[in-house]
């Protein structure tokens, strides 16, 4: 079964990607979070504080975080 990918753009991080990101999570088991360029340009933060912030509104959990790519299990 393919990983599913879900791209973080400029819009941040919204009730609509994290409803994105649990649906995804309840169908496949796994799923990666990449942080587009423009998002990490507007939020300014570190990736692994971002990776904990979207990580505390999913209902799973954070299992790895490469580059800008977060991999999320339930």
């Known amino acids: 079964m393919p990983t599913i990918t879900i791209n973080v ?3 941040g991080i919204t009730e609509g990607l994290i409803r994105e990101i649990n649906k995804a999570l309840e169908k496949h ?3 990666k979070v990449r942080m587009l360029r423009n998002f990490r340009k507007i ?3 570190d990736r692994r504080e ?3 912030e979207i990580a505390r ?3 799973g959990k954070l ?3 490469r580059g800008f790519v ?3 299990e339930r």
Do not use: E, S, W
């Open 43 to 45: 939020v300014g933060k």
């Open 50 to 52: 971002i990776a904990r």
């Open 63 to 65: 299992v790895d975080v």
């Open 57 to 59: 509104h999913v209902d």
């Open 70 to 72: 977060l991999t999320f």
């Open 9 to 11: 753009g400029k819009r």
């Open 29 to 31: 088991g796994v799923v």
